[in-house]
């Protein structure tokens, strides 16, 4: 199979002046474990480097990601940044897209069952996942390999699979954390479910991988990758675990479906101030994860005796732009929040909502203009007082907007819209 990635060549740009990548092994080692949460093992990890250095071999580092949804946020590039460390060393990333094991649905940190995608499904998130990828990765052949796990998962006999399945307990199997807590509650392990880390596991026989990257809830699975190798004699991967990158709320792991995220697609005024939002003690997370200023500069920006948060934030969030906006973008962006939320001005670019003269009640409104994603989101903001017409705060669900050119409609504290009648 032929596998193409559409992305844009201006994205290198961004990060070349945050992908400096060091010349000597404890200098690359140091890097390559920065930010982790666990490593299997270090001193693995420090012999493979020798070894490839003195045969000029690169390594295989290998991700693997279900394609279940669509978007890429900032929790994502966590890894795919790790990646990217090895790919500047001279190493070869390889992108499993988990096109066969994705109709299986990852168990990994959730108490259900995941939904079954269709093969449509798959390969558009699939397509939307290469683009945004492309964004952090170097995308060069030479640096990057694109597999489909259906490869070699999709032509196993039964009895291939059970070949492989018999290379793992039951009681290892019921190891695994999710697994525990749903049948300690009483509830449903599927059989299915169980094979889920047996085929991510055997991807990583498939390709023969030095290194597997992923978050603490793939840990489980990743380990499976190195016991498989070893019964298959190979030489077992390394694994690399990245912590989970806390949300905009401060308590759960970033997620589109918590609403407290940050896309790497995010318009650049949008992305600075949810960064702005960001409770001050997730800082040094932030900084850590998502940037490569070294630790001396991280701990003076995140102690307040020595710099202010809101300036510490400010920075992150102009280094966080510049990354997906271009140079000069996160400044823009910087100005645009200050003039916007300590002048308690409006933004000099607003989308304008187009429409008729006649009266429209104010839920109506929001939902016209897409500031909410229903009705009942919209009343919510209108409840909370988030909603206001020409700087006056809308009060009541029933109230009804005579429209007029030029009016500004604010939902929120970033979303305006300019009105014009059609």
């Known amino acids: 199979m032929v596998f193409q990635v559409l992305i844009i060549s201006f994205v290198h740009d961004k990060l070349s002046a945050l992908m400096n990548?060091?010349?000597?092994?404890?200098?690359q080692l140091k890097l390559l474990l920065r930010g982790c949460d666990k490593t299997y093992t270090v001193d693995e990890l420090d012999a493979r480097l020798t070894a490839s250095d003195k045969s000029g071999k690169p390594m295989r580092v290998k991700l693997g990601l279900d394609p279940t949804?669509?978007?890429?946020?900032?929790?994502?590039?966590?890894?795919?940044r790790k990646m990217r460390q090895f790919q500047d060393m001279g190493h070869r990333a390889v992108l499993i897209i988990g096109d066969y094991t994705a109709r299986i649905g990852d168990p990994s940190g959730v108490n259900k069952t995941r939904p079954i995608l269709t093969g449509e499904q798959i390969d558009a998130n699939a397509k939307t996942y290469f683009e945004q990828a492309g964004r952090i990765l170097d995308t060069s052949e030479d640096k990057l390999e694109i597999r489909y796990n259906s490869e070699w998962l999709e032509g196993l006999s039964f009895a291939e699979l059970i070949q492989i399945a018999a290379k793992k307990t039951v009681a290892q199997m019921l190891q695994?954390?999710?697994?525990?807590n749903r049948l300690d509650a009483g509830e449903d392990v599927f059989l299915h479910e169980m094979l889920y880390p047996i085929m991510q596991g055997y991807d990583s026989v498939c390709i023969e991988s030095d290194v597997e990257l992923g978050g603490t809830d793939q840990t489980f699975n990743n380990l499976v990758g190195r016991d498989l190798q070893k019964a298959s004699g190979q030489k077992p991967q390394i694994v690399i675990v990245m912590p989970i990158l806390v949300g905009?709320?401060?308590?759960?792991?970033?997620?589109?479906s918590k609403g407290n995220y940050i896309g790497v697609t995010d318009e650049p005024n949008d992305m600075f101030g949810k960064v702005m939002s960001i409770p001050d003690e997730l800082m040094s997370n932030y900084f850590t994860l998502l940037t490569d200023l070294p630790e001396t500069q991280i701990a003076v920006l995140t102690d307040p005796s020595q710099t202010h948060p809101r300036q510490a934030k400010g920075e992150l969030g102009k280094m966080i732009v510049d990354q997906y906006h271009g140079a000069g973008s996160g400044q823009a962006a910087s100005d645009e929040f200050d003039r916007i939320f300590k002048k308690h001005d409006v933004p000099t670019d607003m989308p304008e909502i187009e429409?008729?003269?006649?009266?429209?009640?104010i839920v109506d409104l929001i939902c016209l203009a897409n500031f909410a994603d229903s009705r009942g989101a919209a009343k919510r903001l209108v409840k909370q007082g988030g909603v206001s017409i020409d700087g006056d705060k809308v009060a009541s669900l029933d109230t009804q907007i005579e429209p007029t050119d030029g009016q500004v409609l604010k939902v929120g504290k970033r979303k305006f819209g300019q009105l014009k009648v059609v």
């Open 248 to 256: 905009l709320d401060g308590v759960q792991k970033m997620s589109k």
């Open 176 to 180: 695994r954390d999710s697994f525990k």
């Open 21 to 27: 990548s060091p010349t000597t092994q404890p200098e």
């Open 355 to 361: 429409l008729p003269s006649e009266p429209i009640g």
């Open 69 to 80: 949804a669509p978007d890429i946020h900032l929790g994502h590039t966590v890894v795919l």
